[in-house]
C-alpha cells in the first residue's frame, strides 16, 4: 500500500521557522497527528489536529492541513536547539483502527 | 507516575538465540503494542494487543510472537534472531486510538 511519506532531513538557523511536509494516505482519516522524538527516546505525542479543520495553532506550533491534496504540515515558529529532533506525522486509515507513521523528518538546528 | 518501560535497553546477541524484550506499563492501558524503527522505515508495527489474552500481527510480524497475560506486560520474542532483526524496538501503551505512550527504546545488534 501507501505509504505516509515525509522528507528525511531539515536543517534550519536557530530562531528561523521549521515548516515539516507530510503526504498521508486516506483522506477519510478522521485525525492527524505529530509526535516529536528527542535522541535517545521513545515518541511523544506533540498534536493533532481533526479532519474539519484546516489550521489549528498551538503556541510556536501550527500545523496546517489540505486534505484536497492529503497534505500535512507542521510550522515551529522561532525554532530552538531544543527543537532538534525526529518529527512523525501519522494518521489512522479508515481500514484499520491502527496508527500508522510516516517516515520521519530530522529537524537539525544550528546557531 | 505512571510509565511504560522496557528493558533491556541494549542487547547484542547471535543469530539463531531466542531473544525476549521486555514491556511494562503502568498506565492500565488495555492496548499495548511492538514497533520497530529503521533509518528509512519510520516506525513499522510488529505486534499489538488489545487486553488480556489478546495479540494481534502487525505489518512485520514474521520471526516476532508476543503473549499477554495480565495487563502490564507484552514482552516480545525473537524466536531465532536474524541480522535483518537488528533495529531499535519501541513498546508503546493507549487508551485511545491515537495517543500512544512510547517507552524509550530497546536497541537489538544480532550479530
Known amino acids: 500500500g501507501e505509504d505516509v511519506e515525509q522528507s528525511l532531513f531539515l536543517s534550519v538557523r536557530e530562531g528561523d521557522s521549521s515548516v515539516i511536509n507530510c503526504t498521508y494516505t486516506?483522506?477519510?482519516?478522521?485525525?492527524l497527528y505529530w509526535y516529536k522524538q528527542e535522541p535517545g527516546a521513545g515518541l511523544q505525542l506533540l498534536t493533532y489536529i481533526f479532519s474539519n479543520m484546516d489550521m489549528k495553532q498551538d503556541q510556536r506550533l501550527t500545523v496546517l492541513l489540505n486534505k484536497k491534496d492529503k497534505h500535512l504540515s507542521l510550522r515551529i515558529a522561532d525554532t530552538q536547539t531544543g527543537d532538534s529532533a525526529i518529527y512523525f506525522c501519522a494518521e489512522i486509515p479508515d481500514n484499520t483502527d491502527k496508527l500508522i507513521f510516516g517516515t520521519g523528518t530530522r529537524l537539525q538546528v544550528f546557531p | 507516575d505512571a510509565e511504560i518501560t522496557q528493558s533491556p535497553r541494549h542487547k547484542i546477541t547471535e543469530t539463531g538465540r531466542q531473544v525476549t524484550l521486555a514491556c511494562h506499563q503502568t498506565w492500565n492501558h488495555n492496548n499495548m503494542f511492538w514497533y520497530r524503527q529503521d533509518l528509512g522505515h519510520g516506525l513499522r508495527l510488529i505486534h499489538y494487543?488489545?487486553?488480556?489474552?489478546?495479540?494481534n500481527k502487525g505489518e512485520v510480524s514474521d520471526g516476532y510472537s508476543v503473549s499477554r497475560s495480565n495487563t502490564e506486560d507484552l514482552p516480545l520474542t525473537l524466536e531465532s534472531a536474524a541480522s535483518s532483526q537488528t533495529s531499535v524496538y519501541f513498546c508503546a501503551s493507549s487508551e485511545s486510538e491515537g495517543e500512544l505512550f512510547f517507552g524509550e527504546g530497546s536497541r537489538l545488534t544480532v550479530l
Open positions: 494487543s488489545y487486553g488480556v489474552q489478546d495479540t
Open positions: 486516506d483522506s477519510s482519516s478522521t485525525y
